[in-house]
Structures are given as structure tokens and as C-alpha cells.
């Protein structure tokens, strides 16, 4: 009976120190998540480890930081695209298809790539189709430039080091420079542009989908042949997109509630010496 319950409470710890590491926005160092969950340092340097062994979290190669790793990021993916407010998210595409009559989607940054967690296609036979869990780069879609603009500074800067800004069409922004200057504008308009820079005779208008303290965590967007909806016809549907995106951040926010309750249980589990 002793031994299960130690096992239960290394998993609980475990669990604590998981969540610490994803919910940070930023790599955590050993100290930090020590001093935030009041654990022994040799139990939170043990449990990382095997954390670290089951892909769960990863150490940051210049650093003593750990960030979540890949094996938690696709758990966490498959968690909010299964979630019981999946259902509420497709309904309010739909209805902004039927305000818009264009296709929309609702996205999250994965990496260095979009990840379409869902997507109403509109009804015209002219239309790229992309299925949900589709990815698209972030440098040249609507989607990617605001959620990139939006990462804390850090994030943001780590990230543009190591993305690669391949060309797709004349209008691809390849150089760091001049997406830099994007994601600066970006932020202050409140929303991003794709003018046909990631497929020829596409464009695409994103807006952010905020949760907790303003914070960006989603993109929900508008695509559409230029033919059909030239882009300065497609921004006069930025209002559409905006009452979407603030029925798909209480979906977030719904989900985030129905979590914080038994999470916070067992992290005062987890904590109790």
C-alpha cells in the first residue's frame, strides 16, 4: 500500500511540474519550478529527468531551461482538438461562413508551423482545400505572421532565429528585416494579412483569438481567391471575424475552467510534503 501511494505521488509531481513548464509561456529554470511548487530540489531534478527521457519536457541546448517537449505538445494538440467544446468551436465557423461565404478556419502555432484545429469550407467549387491538422508555414500565412507578432519578445526572437523564410510566390517575405517590420505592424493594427504570399491568387485576413490577461493564444481567419474577395474587400470582414473570435475564446476559456478545478487539486496533492 506504501509503494502505491509514493507512485501516485511522484506521478502527481510529476504532473505539477509538467504543468509549471507549459503554463510559464517561457523555458523555466530547476530553481523556478523548485520555488513555485515548494518541492525538494532532488525530487524535482529526478522527476524532470524521466520527464525529460519520456519527451514530455526538453532542455533548452544553450541553457539550463526546460520547455515542453514535443511528445506533450502533440498531447496537448490532440486534447483541444478532441475537447467537449470542439462541437461550440464548429458551429461558430459555420455561422461566420454563412456571414462571410468564404472559407475559415480556426488555428494555433505548433513549432515553427500552423496547425488548423478546425476549418468550414465554403461552398464554392473554387477553393483550396487544406483538412483539419493541416500545418502551413508561419512567415507567409495570416495565421502564422499574428501569432508569431504575438509571442513574448523572447519567444518571438528564438523563434525568428531559426525560421527558415522560404519563398513561395513574388510576394513571400524572405528576409528577417522585413517580416520583422510585418510583425511590428502587425501588432499594432490588431490583425495580419496574407496578400497572396503564401499561394498566387489567395489572400487571407487573420484575427486573434485572446484567452487569460489578453493573451493571443488562436487565430481565426478568412481565405479566399482574389477573383472572389480581393483583399481590400476581405478586410471589410474584419468585425465578422473579431465577434468570432470572441465566441471561440470563451470556448478556450470554457475549457480552461472545466480543467482548473481537479488540475489545482492535484497539484495541493502534489505539493504536500
Given at each position: ?10 506521478a502527481?509531481?510529476?504532473f505539477a ?12 529554470s ?6 513555485a511548487?515548494?518541492l525538494p530540489?532532488p525530487?524535482?531534478y529526478?522527476l524532470l529527468g ?6 514530455l519536457?526538453q532542455?533548452?541546448?544553450?541553457s539550463?531551461?526546460?520547455s515542453?517537449?514535443?511528445?506533450a ?12 467544446t470542439?462541437?461550440a468551436?464548429?458551429a ?6 454563412d456571414?462571410?461565404g ?7 502555432l505548433d ?10 469550407e ?11 491538422g493541416?500545418?502551413?508555414p ?6 502564422g ?5 504575438h ?9 525568428l532565429e531559426r ?5 513561395f510566390?513574388d ?7 522585413r517580416l ?13 494579412t496574407?496578400?497572396?504570399?503564401y499561394?498566387?491568387?489567395?489572400v487571407c ?6 484567452i487569460?490577461?489578453g493573451?493571443?493564444?488562436?487565430a481565426?481567419a478568412v481565405?479566399?481567391p ?20 470572441d465566441?471561440?475564446s470563451?470556448t478556450?476559456?470554457a475549457?480552461a ?15 504536500t510534503?
Open positions: 500500500m506504501g509503494a502505491k501511494v509514493d507512485s501516485s505521488a511522484a502527481l509531481r510529476a511540474i509538467l504543468e509549471t513548464v507549459a503554463g510559464a509561456g517561457r523555458p523555466v530547476m530553481s523556478e519550478i523548485v520555488e511548487l515548494r530540489k525530487t524535482v529526478r524521466l520527464l525529460e527521457q519520456a519527451l519536457v532542455r533548452e541546448p544553450s539550463k531551461r526546460y515542453i517537449g514535443p511528445r505538445s502533440r498531447f496537448a494538440l490532440d486534447a483541444l482538438t478532441n475537447s467537449a470542439r462541437g468551436r464548429h461558430i465557423l459555420q455561422r461566420l461562413v456571414d462571410i468564404e472559407t475559415c478556419n480556426f488555428t494555433i513549432g515553427a508551423e500552423v496547425v488548423y484545429l478546425d476549418r468550414v465554403t461552398a464554392w467549387p473554387l477553393r483550396m482545400n487544406l483538412q483539419t493541416s500545418r502551413v508561419l512567415h507567409c500565412s495570416a495565421s505572421k499574428l501569432l508569431l507578432a509571442l513574448p519578445r523572447a519567444a518571438r526572437q528564438r523563434l525560421l527558415p523564410l522560404e519563398r510566390t510576394h513571400t517575405l524572405t528576409t528577417r528585416a520583422e517590420r510585418e510583425l511590428e505592424r502587425i501588432r499594432a493594427a490588431g490583425y495580419a496574407d496578400d497572396e504570399e499561394i498566387t491568387g489567395l485576413v487573420a484575427a486573434p483569438v485572446r487569460a490577461r493573451r493571443v493564444a488562436a481565426v481565405h479566399a482574389t477573383s472572389r474577395l480581393p483583399l481590400d474587400e476581405a478586410l471589410k470582414h474584419l468585425p465578422d471575424l473579431e465577434r468570432a473570435a465566441a471561440l470563451e478556450l476559456m475549457d475552467a472545466a480543467a482548473a478545478a481537479p488540475v489545482r487539486r492535484r497539484t495541493a496533492l502534489a505539493t510534503p
